[in-house]
């Protein structure tokens, strides 16, 4: 909510329908009840409260970009049709678009990783080797439930619940295995992969209380690391005290290309996500300013 009050709904909504392909949702629409409804706003864009909902393809469609290095494809329910003799008589290829940037795509999936990882969607989790993220959801009252995942290969998509809403007399979330099912069963036998990592994106180690560069005093149990792009990575070093910015203690500085304090640029992923070869020859290697 936090975000999207920041971001303004407006500008969200358009990014939801201009970028990720969402074609349900509702600006401004009166309906036969009289009645003005609108998903332009902080319950049904942050929280799900939306007029008519969304498809699960659509969704699933929307999450393509984090392991696509940000473009969005245009989902369909076939790409070839062939005959008995393995001809091609029906073809079809969605059209492609930049969603968001490279460095957008790759720092967001590995933060929906830690959801499989150690979160709320840790039990989905089929393989250690092949890069997996994910995110749970779920509605008041238990109405409905939710998990989208995906790996360098597939995303799925599931949804439990009832035609007519009612609460779930089910404890975890009944997506999960299922999801895990289908994603083990299509994922037999392919080859380990992991996401490239863009040549803009660095490892930062910083204080997870105030958000700054390691310091030298920081308590090392508030020192924790991340991705982050090279010019959106914090440049004020933290202190012991973890006082404001503004008071003593705080020393702002610049950060030079190359290896420094707190910083890693060596391009190595860390040691729970081994780098290994992007064997997509399908992707186009595309840098968005």
């Known amino acids: ?26 600006r401004n629409e009166k309906r036969a009840d009289g009645k003005v409804y609108s998903d332009i706003g902080l319950s049904q864009l942050a929280l799900g409260g939306l007029t008519d909902g969304m498809s699960l393809v659509e969704l699933a469609a929307s999450y393509t970009p984090f392991v696509n290095r940000g473009m969005y494809s245009t989902p369909s329910v076939y790409t070839t049709v062939e005959d008995a003799e393995g001809n091609v008589i029906l073809s079809k290829s969605g059209k492609t678009k930049i969603a968001f940037s490279e460095e957008t795509a790759y720092i967001t999936a590995q933060m929906l990783r830690e959801v499989v990882t150690g979160g709320t969607g840790a039990s989905a989790g089929f393989s250690s080797n092949i890069f997996t993220g994910g995110k749970t959801g779920t509605t008041s009252d238990n109405k409905d439930r939710w998990f989208v995942g995906f790996t360098p290969y597939y995303v799925t998509a599931a949804w439990y619940g009832y035609d007519e809403q009612r609460t779930i007399p089910a404890s975890g979330n009944p997506c999960i295995p299922v ?23 660095i490892s930062v180690s910083y204080c997870s209380v105030t958000g700054k560069l390691k310091g030298e005093s920081c308590p090392e149990e508030d020192i924790t690391s991340f991705w982050f792009a090279k010019n959106n990575r914090p440049v004020s070093v933290c202190n012991s005290s973890h ?3 503004s008071e003593e203690g705080i020393t702002s500085i610049e950060i030079p290309e190359g290896e420094t304090s707190g910083v890693d640029t060596s391009g190595e992923q860390t040691p729970d996500t081994p780098q290994t070869e992007n064997t997509d020859s399908d992707v186009t290697n595309i840098s968005v300013n």
């Open 179 to 201: 999801w895990k099912k289908v994603m083990a069963e299509i994922h037999s036998g392919l080859p380990a992969k992991n996401l490239p990592k863009p040549s803009d994106v």
């Open 1 to 26: 909510i936090q975000i999207l009050e920041e971001l303004g709904a407006e500008k969200s909504f358009s990014f939801l329908t201009n970028k990720l392909g969402f074609t349900s949702l509702v």
């Open 243 to 245: 006082v404001d910015e």
